[in-house]
Each structure stands twice: as C-alpha cells, then as structure tokens.
C-alpha cells in the first residue's frame, strides 16, 4: 500500500516539474529561439578576416543609395519603437499606516462600548458578538478615535481628522523611506470609496504636501474594496503617457462617518470587520529606478459584473427603515464572489493550478468567509492564504489597502525572492473583481516602520475555528 501512495506521489511529483518546465518554456520562448541565430551570426562573424571586412566596406561605399535608406529605415524603426513601446512600471516602494496603539479596539471593550451606545437592542447585540467572535478578527484591530467617545462623534471634522492621519502618515513613511521629494510626483491617485468631501481628499495631500501645480490628480470614490487596484491601472496608464515621471496611488478607507447605528443585521456586518488603515505606494517609469524598485508591475486584469442586478447590489449603502444610513452586505455577496458558477454548474469547471503562475497571494482580507472560500475553489493551501487571514487578524478590513498589509506580511516574513510572481486579488461593490500581478526584482527585505516591524515574531497565529 505505502509502495502504490508513494509511486503516486512521484507521478504528481514529477507531472509538477513537466508543467513547470511547460511554463518556462511558453515564458521564454522568444528568447530560446533567438538563441541559436545570435550563435549563429557570432560563428559566422567569427570566420570573417580583416580582408573580409574590408572588402564589405568597399562595397557598402559603392552602394551609398542602399547605405542611406537602410539607415532611415533603421533610424525611424527605431525612434517608432521606443516612442510607442510600452513602458515599464516599477514599484519603487510602499508604506502602510499603523495606527497608534490607544486606538486599539478589544472584543470585551467594543461589545462594552456598544451596549453603552444605547442604540443597539438585545437581538443585535447578541448577533455582533456574535459576528465578532467569528470573525477572525484578533484584539489589536483599531477604530478611529470619534468612535472611541461615548457617545460616538461622527462629524465632518472628525472625519477629515481620521482620514488625514492615515494619508499623511502612510505619506511621511513613503517619503522618508525613498528619498523622493512631493514636488517629484507628477501623478497622484487617491481612492476611498464613502468619504469624499469638498476639497477632494487628493487636494488635502497637494496641499499639505505642497506639491506642483501641473500635478496631474484624480479621486476615486464609491469604488468599494476593489479600489486600490483600479487606482494602480490607473496611475499605470497614466505613465505610459507621462513620461520620466513618479506616481502616488493612496488607497484609504473612512470609518469615523461610515459607522451604522441601527439594528438591520446586513447592516450591522461592517460595524464588526472593518477597521482603520491605509496605503501609499509609489510607482515609476524611469529606467533608473528599476535597480532600487520591488517590483515590477506585469498585469492588471479588472472585470465589472454590474450588469447584473443581483451584483450590483450585494454591496449598497443605504438607509434603514428609521433612516439611519449604513453599508448594507448581501448574504448572496459571497456567492457572487466566488461560488455561483461553481456550486450551479452541472459540469465541473476547469480550475486551473494557479500556484504554478504564482509563488504568493494576497487576497483580499475582506472577512474570514471570503478567504475561505478562495483557498477552496482556487485550491491553494493554507500558506498562500497566511498573510491574508493574519492581515485579517492584526488590522481588521481595512478595504481597499488590505492587500498591501499583506505584501507587508511576506515581505517582513522573508519570503519574497528574485523573481517570484504575487498575485493581488481584490472585490468591491459594483460588484467588480480587479487583480494586479507583480514581479519581485529582487529578495525584497521590508522597508523602515514596516507595519509588521514589532510583530511579526508573534505571527502566524493559531486561529480559532
């Protein structure tokens, strides 16, 4: 018996280094077959004497038409190529926010905080507790401080007071930690999905910052969870036009004005999973920056299911029947993610091996339902959902930049190595799923005031089920 599961073992063993070299092969193609022709002309230039080359000049001179246009011909190749080729995109770097720990928000403490609100009655209390303790959420997530006083002060100004915090203090450690000036930056990005006042909270960064003014801005808002990587496609497309130039993408969340009050349950979910954060990262199309950057950018794939009503609206904020306004999650939202065409289709869908495409995966950490279901139907192991289901632990959902604590996780846990492909997936209302492919261009070590740096020796941690 241990003689057949062994020889089974070497047949998938082996099937998995026969796929690998496949892969290589499509890969590199072009460069193989090149391979031997450049042999070739060496071997053949190799046989050439000086009278050889002699001779060839000679000839060349008698034939100036041929020399001539055969150099244009070369020359506007050349200048066509490199004006239209596609530019490379380089993660030069990418800082996290951590917030302070005073902002730390306990079970006990935020189940006490809710019963003083005064605002929950007994059936949602029982079901917040009852979320929370399945969350996967751990006890150092945060909240921001509007939220810590009782009662809770959601106002305008506390809002802008949050959201500035996060921004600015992911944009010092950003600056600090790449030498880059802010009057640099030609492009700036920033998403946030329900907090999006006047001036725009890319106008907030521009000023604080006093960056320059043909600064090209843009400000995403309503986009959900899926914003961050909208936001990268976007900067990446604006530096295929912009040339030599650096772009900022911001990626944050609003608690302090997003809080619900009410007692509709599918209202009540957010209230438990998400919590304070956010990210920024730098981006580059300079060549020179290639040597100094992490990663470089390879795919972004973004596909919008909103054509579809039952999608479109598994993620609304809206109000409640007494009027209180709050983020309203579907309970077909997990469905719609992940398991509709799975669970309905009557043939077996192809699933193909990703862990073959990629070394790591950063899903996106929007509750433990939703990690659970992609380790099951994209057949990973629980390694390639770690980082995402420790982010979940350590920070809560922090949307949009969840993906990016993540990035944090592998890379302060030293896993990241020349080479390596990670693979960001990310959903948002709408519903849309975007993902983002990346390549490391060397072992990337974590950067100063990781948000990682005093805890990760504590991690992985063992979960409850």
Known sequence: MNGEKNSSNNRVLKLKYVKLGYHYLITHLLKLCLVPLMAVIIVQASRLSLNDIHQTWLHLEHNLVYVVVLSAFVLVGSTVYFMTRKRSVYLVDYACYLPPSKLKVEHDRFMKHCKLMGCFDETSLVFL??????????????????????????????????????????????????????????????????????????????????MRGNIKSFNLGGMGCSAGVIAVDLAKDMLQVHRNNYAIVVSTENITQNWYFGNKKAMLLPNCLFRIGGAAVLLSNKSVDRLRSKYKLIHVVRTHCGANNKAFNCVQQEQDDVGKTGVSLSKDLMTIAVANKLINAKIKPYIPDFKLAFEHFCIHAGGRAVIDELEKNLQLLPVHVEASRMTLHRFGNTSSSSIWYELAYMEAKGRMRKGDRVWQIAFGSGFKCNSAVWLALKNVKPSCNSPWEGCIHRYPVQLSL
């Open 129 to 210: 507790d009852k979320i929370l303790g399945r969350s996967g959420l751990g006890e150092e997530t945060c909240a921001p401080e509007a939220m810590h006083c009782l009662p809770p002060k959601p106002s305008m100004e506390a809002a802008r007071q949050e959201t500035e915090q996060v921004m600015f203090g992911a944009l010092d450690t950003l600056f600090a930690n790449t030498n880059v000036k802010p009057k640099d930056v030609g492009i700036l990005v920033v998403n946030c999905s329900l907090f999006n006042p006047t001036p725009s909270l890319s106008s907030m960064i521009i000023n604080k910052y006093k």
